[in-house]
């Protein structure tokens, strides 16, 4: 399996506004293998969400377009395919869960019907099959009484069902890759542990690879094998999860492992949660330097990463930073502080 | 090897080291995108940006102040006498002495016009304050009371829904027997108010259960307070809207019922009642016709776009298509 | 679902009653009865006589539930002013056409308007939705005695030779066209701007954008996902517009000289002819009362999350 699967070259997705441009994916490259995970970190408005639908074409294309970038999807470029060829992709090879449930089904029809359209519009089966098909999906994402849920409607259910409703689809005309945005951000904390148990459990049956964007470390932790940490559009730090927790080398990742709240040590019991101060800059007007710079400590050294904006480079083998003081060349405490 | 602090694995960094891990302050202010300060403004001031900044919204303004200009201060100084008859300039088409041509009467339309806005504006403002304020009060009270209260007042308002709005109004006229400002004014409201005191009620309804009402409560605010400063200026943008949405309706009834002789009648001049005149020559001068209706035409789109705009202007989350 | 029909059928009864009441109360205000007020001087004997014979000197709660137990047998009594005629028999004569002009100028609105809207939402803040939108603002803003007398001039007058189309009457079907368009324009023209709005505010929604993520074919997430929720608001509006076009389309009426309820409406009022008045009244609540019963209903078939609530 030496190539990836899906490989994305300097993605850059603009939004074109009355205010100006949005430069809301600038320069994004990522890449999962068959059968892995990918975690896609960062704060609200870092883009994550953007390059996912980027990835599917499903951007909204008046005001956004895509401006630059590759994204190979077994050897296929998707941002050269017709929205006809794209429809083809879309929910067969690729298939997407989004983050609120509620809103991303459509209430007025039943559970059935979104079901069985997806079926129907990638396989030939017919209407009964694609029922039938359809209750063992319920059954597989551990909904109880399935054939009774199908004449449902969306309300009906708890949040945490209408999610595992969404995966099922997803997974219905069996993907290669899922793309899950934020799948557990909408749900009450004990579903999460479930839910996110459920989408690793089906991605090792199935084969598939996997792309989870979320904001929560947390997650990370708990299902991926790659972590991409996206900061105001660009990716800053890319490693195995075991490397990146381990040693963290860009100080924006630094500062978000560090401003979790943690239980073990008492020590880390007392005292404040380190928050970063400031705010990631304006996407329409990105500063000309490293991005990262205003809220960093460890900024402004002669070599000037304020003004000449730093690459990406690997640093060790499979550890991307894109950032001039990584924790491993921090030879020296900075000035000031005591060491 | 550096001795960073993660060198220990996540979470286990001592204190001491943390906290020495210095960020750059900000400077006095508090710090937005590109660091410039923050400037504060009023829900009315942003209403206002956005507003102006919607082109069609600004031109309907503006066209609209200019009608009302016209209507107002044109009979002032119109040199022509819009009662006077004088049959040699009967039916005239527009022209420079007479930009909107004469009627069958001579008289010249373009200072009746202005008189007929008037009327026709002054009723379709009148109307819809009367609207208003029975809606509002009605649906204020149902909202605000709730519970039984609530209930009642909404049944009785559904069964209000079946009064068919112009057979009323014509009954209502009968009983006056006739049409002038106050009677259509009057005739034009009593079935109409029944949107109002929905969508007020519904409006009460939500903000009465806002959080913010809530917290407003929790740090010991009582209702008049609560009222004055958060519900009041929150259906105030609800109740502006409003206007310029009742408007056209009432401009369109006054229009009819004066067309078919039971609202203004001539020899006053309304744009309805000029409508009729010129119904009866739109054979050979069928500008006696168009003029008034484009009058109305013009009217009812100001008050369409103003609405659009202010809707969009007064609530932030209506999203740019 | 059987119960909420069942729920707003009983509902007719008291607004019904309301109605007529209200009617009832109001033409009592207005001076004098037919007979005071009629163009032929009657001596003052025979008014009482004749006053006494329709019942007009009791008091007005006798009269009231005298006329409620009429009208629940369907006798609406006779004309006060016409002699030998009833109020049924005007009723059947004049108002299938006000009905049917009803019906097809909302069948017109709803048939041009829907697509019109539907278009300008799917090519929004391009030329087909600047064109679309400007017909519509057009249509709904001009008042439709201007449209119909414009359609008189150019299709009657104008161009008469060409087009072979009546202007008054209502006997054949060409005879139709011109008041359907007249009255349904300013209708269809709202339905338009409205779908528009609805179409527009549906398509942000993230079901949309999960239809599409399942890669279903751009047709079907347009009129099955789109549309559908789409409608909601247009069906909402429909009900009171209904109403409004079979209760307001005397001017158009006139115009076009259609024997239609709407004139014998206001010779009546004048006249004081109260049975007829009542009658008439009566009849065109009902109408707006089932449409909007029509309405609630269809809403709650096309939004599920509706049924359950009330």
Redesign the interface.
């Known amino acids: 399996m030496s190539e990836p699967l899906l490989e994305v070259r300097d993605l850059r997705t603009h939004f074109f506004t009355r205010e100006g441009v949005v430069r809301a994916v600038d320069g994004v490259s990522l890449s999962v293998d068959r059968g892995r995970t990918l975690g896609l970190v960062g704060e609200s408005g870092c883009g994550k969400s953007v390059t996912a639908l980027s990835i599917l074409g499903l951007i909204p294309k008046p005001p956004a377009r895509i401006v630059g970038g590759e994204v190979l999807f077994r050897g296929r470029d998707l941002t050269t395919l017709s929205e006809r060829e794209l429809e083809d992709v879309r929910g067969k090879q690729i298939a997407m869960v989004f983050q609120d449930p509620m809103t991303s089904l459509n209430p007025t029809l039943t559970i059935e019907t979104q079901l069985v359209e997806t079926i129907r519009r990638h396989t030939d089966a017919s209407r009964r099959e694609a029922s039938r098909r359809a209750v063992e999906l319920l059954d597989e994402v551990g909904i109880p009484k399935p054939e009774a849920r199908l004449g449902d409607y969306p309300h009906r259910l708890s949040g945490g069902m209408r999610q595992r409703v969404m995966i099922a689809i997803a997974l219905s005309c069996e993907p290669d890759l899922l793309i899950a945005d934020e799948p557990t951000t909408a749900l009450d904390v004990t579903v999460q542990a479930q839910v996110l148990d459920l989408l690793d459990r089906l991605r090792r049956e199935h084969d598939m690879a996997m792309i989870v964007i979320t904001h929560d470390m947390g997650v990370i932790a708990e299902v991926a094998d790659e972590v991409a940490v996206m900061y105001a559009g660009q990716i800053v730090e890319q490693a195995s999860a075991a490397a990146l927790f381990a040693r963290p080398e860009h100080p924006y990742t630094e500062a978000l492992l560090g401003a979790l709240p943690q239980l073990e040590d008492h020590a880390s019991r007392v005292g404040r949660l380190t928050a970063i101060p400031g705010r990631p800059p304006s996407l329409v007007e990105p500063p000309a330097g490293c991005r990262f710079a205003a809220r960093c400590p460890y900024a402004g050294e002669p070599d000037g990463c304020a003004e000449h904006p730093p690459e990406l480079r690997e640093l060790r083998r499979g550890h991307f930073v894109r950032s001039e003081h990584p924790a491993s060349e921090r030879a020296r405490p900075r000035e000031g502080v005591s060491a | 090897m550096s001795s960073t602090p993660q060198e220990h694995g996540v979470g286990l960094a001592p204190l001491r080291q943390r906290k020495e891990r210095r960020y750059p302050t900000p400077p006095d202010g508090v710090q937005t995108d590109a660091g410039a300060p923050i400037r504060a403004s009023s829900l009315w001031r942003d209403a206002w940006y956005r507003y102006v900044r919607n082109r069609a919204a600004v031109i309907a303004g503006v066209a609209f102040l200019l009608l009302l200009a016209y209507c107002l201060i044109w009979p002032l100084v119109s040199p022509y006498d819009p009662y006077a008859v004088d049959f040699s300039q009967a039916s005239e088409s527009p022209s420079l002495a007479h930009p909107f041509g004469t009627d069958q009467f001579g008289r010249d339309l373009f200072t009746r016009t202005a008189l007929g806005g008037r009327v026709s504006i002054g009723i379709g403002f009148a109307a819809t304050f009367v609207i208003l304020s029975i809606g509002v009060t009605y649906g204020a009270i149902a909202g605000f009371l709730g519970g039984f209260v609530d209930n009642g007042l909404m049944r009785v308002l559904d069964a209000l829904y079946g009064l068919p709005y112009l057979p009323f109004a014509i009954i209502v006229l009968a009983i006056f027997g006739g049409g002038n400002f106050w009677t259509m004014v009057v005739a034009l409201s009593i079935a109409s108010w029944f949107t109002t005191a929905r969508i007020v009620r519904g409006q009460v309804i939500t903000l009465k259960e806002n959080d913010y009402v809530r917290a407003a409560h929790a740090v010991g605010a009582r209702w008049p307070r609560v009222l004055l400063r958060h519900l009041l200026p929150n259906t105030l943008g609800v109740l502006v809207i409003a206007v310029f949405l009742e408007l056209p309706g009432v401009i369109l009834g006054e229009a009819f019922l004066s067309f078919i002789g039971l609202g203004i009648s001539p020899p006053d001049a309304s744009w309805g009642s000029m409508a009729q005149d010129g119904y009866r020559a739109y054979r050979t001068a069928p500008h006696i016709i168009i003029v008034p209706s484009i009058a109305i035409a013009y009217l009812i789109l100001c008050a369409n776009f103003i609405a659009d705009g202010l809707r969009d202007a007064l609530d932030p989350r209506t999203r740019e298509t | 679902m059987t119960r909420l029909i069942i729920r707003r059928v009983l509902?007719?009864v008291?607004?019904?009653l309301?109605?007529i009441l209200?009617?009832f109360l109001?033409?009592r205000?207005?001076?004098g009865n037919p007979f005071r007020h009629s163009e032929r001087a009657i001596p003052a004997s025979i008014q009482r006589n004749l006053e006494a014979k329709y019942g007009l000197d009791d008091p007005w709660y006798v009269q009231y539930v005298r006329y409620v137990r009429d009208v629940a047998t369907f006798d609406l009594g006779p004309s006060l002013v016409l002699r030998n005629r009833d109020v049924n028999d005007i009723v059947r004569e004049h108002f299938p056409p006000s009905l049917e002009l009803g019906a097809l100028a909302m069948l017109f609105a709803l048939v041009f308007g829907i697509p019109l809207g539907l278009l300008a939402a799917l090519r929004?803040?391009k030329w087909p939705d600047y064109s679309a939108m400007v017909v519509a603002?057009?249509g709904?803003?001009?008042?439709s005695?201007?449209v119909a007398?414009?359609l008189?001039?150019f299709f009657a007058?104008r161009w008469g030779d060409i087009f072979d189309v009546p202007t008054s009457g209502w006997d054949t079907w060409q005879s139709k066209i011109l008041p359907t368009i007249a009255l349904g324009l300013g209708p269809m023209a709202y339905f338009a701007r409205l779908t528009r709005g609805s179409v527009?505010e549906t398509l942000?929604?993230?079901?949309i954008?999960?239809?599409?993520?399942?890669?279903?074919?751009?047709r079907?997430v347009v009129v099955?996902?789109t549309l559908?929720?789409s409608l909601i608001p247009v069906v909402t509006a429909a009900g009171p517009i209904l109403?409004?076009l079979i209760?307001?389309s005397?001017?158009i009426e006139?115009?076009f000289a259609i024997p239609g309820i709407g004139r014998y409406?206001?010779t009546a009022?004048?006249a004081?002819d109260y049975s007829v008045?009542m009658g008439?009244?009566v009849l065109?609540?009902m109408?707006?009362?089932v449409a909007?019963m029509v309405v609630d209903i269809l809403y709650g078939i096309?939004?599920?999350?509706t049924r359950e609530a009330r």
């Open positions: 509902w007719t008291p607004v019904i309301l109605v209200m009617t109001l033409m205000q207005i001076e929004a803040n603002n057009v709904f803003a001009v008042p005695f201007l007398t414009l008189i001039y007058v527009l942000q929604q993230d079901y954008r999960t239809a599409r993520a399942k890669g279903l074919r751009r079907r099955v996902h559908r929720n109403g409004f209760t307001g005397f001017v006139q115009i409406y206001v009022v004048t004081r008045v008439l009244t065109l609540a109408i707006v009362i909007n096309l939004d599920p999350r």
